[in-house]
């Protein structure tokens, strides 16, 4: 990869959205992993057609899309599906990662991706940023976004890398437990020191 990449991760409703909306009013273009493992599943993509050809047609929506909660509700209690789709899917979201990281024609590029260090993304990248916050305002933030109950927010938290982990790993880090004028502030900052690494790259 010849172009300048920072990795951008964080845990549910740490705020990586308001981070990579900020960097967008910068002019800095932004891969997000999960929306490019929403592309890879679109009706009529080879993802779909092999997810329903292995998991049946029940895994559809009656207009075509991939269901994700009834996807979702097979893989959680059978580790063998679950595998079986990640060997799946892992490789198309990758391709597709990379395919628009090379496409893209800022500056510096972000690929942005909540498990970045669990599935090894940050190879590709030559810095990372982590916006941290404490469990407490993941679960209100989340709860009250994606109006889930507290157990089940704090059963992805548990299913993702600790905070401790990536806090050791991330090359700089940003605490949005704030407000969002304080975290767009840190990451004006950050943004100059980007450019500058960008252009010596």
């Not at 991760?9 to 992993?33: H, L, M, P, R, Y």
């Not at 979201?93 to 690929?111: D, H, M, T, V």
């Not at 880090?173 to 004028?181: Q, R, Y």
Request: hydrophobic share 40%; net charge negative; glycine share 4%.
């Amino acid at each position: 990869m010849s172009k300048w990449i920072l990795g951008l991760t964080g845990g549910i409703g740490s705020g990586k959205t308001a981070a990579t909306n900020f960097f967008q009013t910068q002019g800095i273009e932004v891969v997000d992993a999960d929306i490019v493992a929403r592309e890879v599943v679109q009706p009529n993509t080879p993802g779909l057609n092999a997810i329903t050809a292995h998991f049946g047609s029940d895994v559809l929506t009656p207009d075509g899309q991939l269901n994700r909660a009834k996807l979702r509700e097979i893989i959680f209690s059978d580790e063998a599906q679950k595998s079986w789709l990640n060997k799946l899917l892992h490789p198309l979201i990758r391709e597709q990662i990379l395919s628009q990281l090379n496409a893209a024609k800022s500056s510096y590029c972000i690929l942005c991706a909540p498990l970045l260090f669990e599935n090894g993304l940050q190879s590709y990248c030559q810095t990372t940023l982590l916006i941290d916050v404490p469990e407490s305002i993941q679960i209100a933030r989340t709860t009250a976004r994606d109006n889930v109950s507290q157990t089940q927010v704090q059963r992805i938290i548990a299913a993702q890398m600790s905070r401790e982990e990536k806090c050791q790993l991330a090359d700089y880090i940003v605490s949005n437990d704030k407000e969002l004028d304080d975290l767009q502030s840190e990451l004006l900052l950050l943004h100059q020191t980007f450019l500058q690494a960008a252009k010596k790259y």
